[in-house]
C-alpha cells in the first residue's frame, strides 16, 4: 500500500516510520521549512531552547524505549530534580512521586487522609465521559481537586482542569482500569524524564532519516476521491495519488483539507479549540535552591496568567553556557494574558514574586506558540469519535488531539494504532 503522511512532527514521522517496518511504501509532506512543528531545538547563544516539550518520559519496555533504541538516539534523564507549587505567596515543595504527597505541606491532613483512601475508590466505568475536576475529586478528594490538581494541569494544557475532560490526560483513565490509582502506577513502574542528546528537536530529525521521502516547505492544498478508492492530493505544483492518505495535523489543519471530501469529520475534528502560549527564555546567574531543579508551577488563582517556569539548564546542561541558569516561563494559556506580562519588565516582576534572589536576565529571548495546545474540553471524546467516524475509507487523522498530550501517550498512540 502507498500512504502519503500530510505533517512532518513526531505524529506524521513516527507514524511514516512504524508503517515504513510493515512494508508500506511511504511519503511525507510538511508544509514549514523543517521537520518537527512546534518540536524544534533552535540554537541561541552557546546552548539551545525548546519551541515544544522539554523532555519526554521513558522508562525500559515501551513504546518510548522501543523507538528511541530503534532509530539510535541516545538520551540521558537529569534525574527527579526538586520541584514546587507557588500556592499562599510562596514556593511549596511537592515531591515526584506521587505516594510522597501525602508529606507535602501543600496539602491540609484531611486532604491527605482522603488520599490514602483512594485504593478503596470503586472504579468507574469509562463511559459516559468524566470531567478531569470530577474525576480527580472522586478518586483523591475534593482538596487535590483544588489545591494541587489546577497548577499541574496548568503546567501541561496550559487550561483550568475544570473545563477539561479525562481524556485530556489518557493516563488516568488507564491507571484507574488496574483498580485504583495507585495500584495503575505501581503496576505500570515509575517513568524518568529523559532528553534525547542534542535536544527533543532530535527526535523528529532522527526519525526522518529513517525515512525514505520527506518533502519539507510543500504544503497540501487539496484533497479529491479519485474512483478505485484511491486519493489525489495536490499542493505547491506537485501531485500525488496514493491509497490512503494519513492527516497528521491539528484538528483545525485536518478540518480544512476534509471540508469539501468529508464535512461530517470537518465539522467535528474543527469543533475541538486550541491553546496559545507565551514562551519566555531567559538567563540568570545561579542560584542554589535551583541547581537540581524541574522547576515551579503557579496555582492559577495567584498566577494571574503566569503559569510557571521550567529550569532547562537542570532538564539538559547543554541548553546555556556553564555557570548559567536558564529559565523557561509561560505566560497565558487558556486564563488569559494580562497587559503587565506583555513583555519581559512584567515577567520578570512575577519570577522575582516566587523567587526574590533571581538575578537580572543577562539574556531574554520571547516566542509565540499559537494554537500549539490542543484543549480537551467536556465532551472531547465525542468529538473525536465524531470526527474520526466520519473520516471516508483510506483516510485517517493522527494528532496530540487523539492520543493525548505529551510524547509518550503521542508514541504509545501510534502502536495501538498501527
Not at 523528529?204 to 532519516?209: D, F, N, S, V, Y
Not at 495567584?302 to 541548553?319: F, H, I, R
Amino acid at each position: 500500500m502507498t500512504t502519503l503522511i500530510l505533517g512532518g512532527g513526531v505524529t506524521g514521522l513516527a507514524a511514516a516510520w512504524h508503517l515504513q517496518q510493515r512494508g508500506e511504501a511511504v511519503e511525507v509532506w510538511e508544509a514549514a521549512p523543517t521537520v518537527g512543528g512546534w518540536m524544534k531545538t533552535l540554537p541561541w547563544e552557546g546552548g539551545h531552547i525548546e519551541t515544544g516539550p522539554q523532555g519526554v518520559l521513558w522508562q525500559p519496555g515501551t513504546a518510548v524505549d522501543r523507538l528511541f533504541t530503534a532509530i539510535g538516539l541516545p538520551f540521558k534523564s537529569p534525574g527527579t530534580g526538586a520541584r514546587w507549587v507557588g500556592k499562599g505567596g510562596h514556593l511549596i515543595p511537592v515531591p515526584a512521586a506521587p505516594p510522597a504527597l501525602l508529606i507535602s505541606p501543600l496539602m491540609s491532613l484531611g486532604t491527605k487522609l482522603r488520599m490514602m483512601l483512594e485504593p478503596f475508590v470503586k472504579v468507574r466505568p469509562a463511559e459516559p465521559e468524566e470531567g478531569l475536576s470530577a474525576f480527580i475529586a472522586r478518586r483523591l478528594g475534593p482538596g487535590v481537586a483544588t489545591d494541587l490538581l489546577p497548577a499541574m494541569v496548568a503546567g501541561i494544557l496550559a487550561a483550568p482542569p475544570e473545563l477539561l475532560s479525562i481524556d485530556a490526560i489518557p493516563k488516568l483513565r488507564q491507571w484507574e482500569a488496574q483498580g485504583s490509582l495507585f495500584n495503575g502506577i505501581r503496576k505500570s513502574g515509575v517513568s524518568h524524564m529523559v532528553v534525547p542528546e542534542g535536544g527533543m528537536g532530535q527526535l523528529p530529525i532522527k526519525l526522518a532519516e529513517h525515512l525514505p521521502v520527506v518533502r519539507t516547505g510543500l504544503r497540501a492544498e487539496r484533497l479529491e476521491a479519485l474512483p478505485g478508492r484511491r486519493w489525489r492530493v495536490s499542493g505547491g505544483g506537485e501531485v500525488r495519488e496514493p491509497e490512503r492518505v494519513v492527516l497528521a495535523l491539528p484538528a483545525f489543519e485536518a478540518a480544512l483539507l476534509l471540508g469539501p471530501v468529508a464535512p461530517g469529520s470537518a465539522a467535528a475534528l474543527g469543533s475541538i479549540p486550541y491553546t496559545s502560549v507565551d514562551l519566555w527564555h531567559s538567563r540568570h546567574a545561579p542560584l542554589p535552591h535551583l541547581k537540581d531543579s524541574f522547576g515551579f508551577l503557579i496555582h492559577p488563582p495567584e498566577g494571574q496568567g503566569y503559569l510557571g517556569s521550567l529550569v532547562p539548564s537542570w532538564m539538559d546542561p547543554q541548553t546555556a553556557p556553564a555557570g548559567v541558569m536558564q529559565l523557561r516561563s509561560f505566560i497565558g494559556g487558556a486564563f488569559g494574558k494580562p497587559a503587565d506580562l506583555e513583555a519581559w519588565e512584567g515577567v520578570q516582576t512575577r519570577l522575582r514574586h516566587w523567587v526574590p534572589a533571581l538575578s537580572e536576565a543577562s539574556a531574554v529571548r520571547h516566542e509565540y506558540a499559537e494554537r500549539a495546545i490542543p484543549r480537551p474540553e467536556q465532551g472531547h471524546r465525542a468529538r473525536v469519535a465524531a470526527g474520526l467516524e466520519a473520516l471516508p475509507t483510506g483516510i485517517d487523522w493522527l494528532s496530540n488531539a487523539r492520543f493525548g498530550p505529551g510524547v509518550r501517550d503521542i508514541l504509545e498512540g501510534l502502536e495501538a494504532w498501527v
